[in-house]
């Protein structure tokens, strides 16, 4: 049964999703937009909970947007390494309350854009158009957006290709307060790669690490689980089709951080759609920052490394990060080469 047709489907309602309907709204005031999500009220809202919600004003600049829905502001990152390594340095970002931030994108855009309850199942390709199988019905699209997610439905229907790893994540509520402005990580051979984290929220905690691999914190009052997509995968499986964010595994396989990049992919997708040129969207991709194949190479050697591996290379910035270390580290060549590049690119492209 056919429903309905429209020039976007854009699935998912989160941060890329509801970006990108913003932006394309704004773009091309003509152009006929449903965005549908799976969830809503208070699952949405506790799906969305599931984050660090450690935003950086520097992604906020790139979109030409006012911080939203704060909860705390974040002034310093703390960096805790085996061997008694601490790197403290100035860090300029916020925490915002994820579910009230998109909440005040919805509100904005609702009326230029339709907002839906449902969910979808699958995806045929006819001729220049998709037909979208919905839980409210089909729908026929000239154009669909994949913003649902690691286990985007868009990229299994359209691609063959999959994200390099996804990594379960734990995440806790813990009413005890953070350090306040003070956004802090723990690494060690335990987090195989990834690392702890302890963020201000509100007046409690944010505290998480990946599963299996950290301790049950103490005065839990919220207990979670997602998954987060690494190794990117092509965000253009076919002309008419984008995929966003987590959908296109666009996370820092390094740092973790994948809000900036949900938000500025679904800047840039909404840019090369409305000028009918969707290839100029794969390219900012492959030719960005954020896709610099450094990250994931840097990923693949630390996380085996052991404790005494990681503290030799982090005695390179015993005193903080800057040039000397970076070059110290560079001049050692093999991985600490590898993963000293990586933290370069880090440094020049910010989080
Ligand atoms: C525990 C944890 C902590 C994190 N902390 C941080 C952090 O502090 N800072 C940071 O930068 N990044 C962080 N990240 C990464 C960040 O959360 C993601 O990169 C970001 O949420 C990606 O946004 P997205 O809109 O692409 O996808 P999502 O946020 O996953 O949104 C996808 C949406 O699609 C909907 N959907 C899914 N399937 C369907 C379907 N079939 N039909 C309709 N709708 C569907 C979902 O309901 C959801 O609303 C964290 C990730 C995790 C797991």
């Known amino acids: 049964m056919l429903l309905r047709s429209v020039d976007v489907l854009v699935v998912g309602a989160g941060l890329s999703g509801s970006m990108f309907a913003r932006e394309l709204s704004r773009l091309d005031p003509d152009m006929d937009i449903i965005m549908i999500d799976r969830l809503a009220d208070g699952r949405f809202d506790r799906y969305h909970r599931i984050c660090g919600e450690a ?28 061997g008694d390594i601490v790197i403290e340095e100035n860090a300029n970002g916020f925490i915002i309350d994820r579910p009230a931030f998109l909440r005040s994108i919805h509100d904005e855009i609702r009326g230029k854009v339709d907002i839906e309850q449902s969910s979808l199942r699958s995806l045929q390709r006819e001729r220049d158009a998709i037909i979208a199988e919905t839980s409210s019905g089909d729908i026929r699209c000239s154009n669909v957006i994949g913003a649902d997610g ?54 409690m905690s944010n505290v998480g690490f990946p599963l299996g691999c950290g301790d049950l914190p103490l005065n839990v009052v919220e207990e979670n689980a997602r998954f987060i997509p ?19 595994a666009m996370v820092n396989p390094l740092s973790f951080g994948g809000i900036r990049v949900a938000m500025l992919s679904a800047q840039k997708a909404a840019q090369a759609l409305a000028k009918g040129d969707t290839s100029e969207y794969q390219r900012w991709w492959k030719g960005c920052g954020f896709s610099n194949e450094s990250f994931w190479n840097a990923y693949q050697v630390s996380k085996v490394w052991d404790d005494d591996r990681m503290t030799r290379f982090m005695e390179n910035f015993r005193g903080g990060y800057g040039l000397l270390g970076l070059t110290r580290a560079m001049l ?15 440094f020049r492209y910010g989080w």
């Open 332 to 346: 050692k060549g093999g991985e600490d080469r590898m993963v000293a590049k990586a933290f370069m690119h880090s």
């Open 55 to 82: 935003v950086s004003d520097r992604a906020f600049k790139e979109l030409s947007m006012e911080p939203r829905h704060v909860r705390n502001r974040i002034v310093k990152a703390r960096e805790i390494w085996p």
């Open 230 to 248: 690494i190794g990117s995968v092509d965000p253009l499986p076919v002309s008419n089709a984008l995929l966003l964010g987590d959908a296109a």
């Open 150 to 203: 690691a286990f985007s439905t868009v990229r299994k229907n359209l691609s063959s290709d999959f994200p390099r790893q996804t990594i379960p994540v734990k995440q806790f509520i813990v009413d005890q307060p953070s350090e306040e402005g003070t956004i802090e990580f723990t690494y060690g051979q335990r987090y195989a790669g990834g690392y702890s984290w302890r963020f201000p929220c509100g007046g």
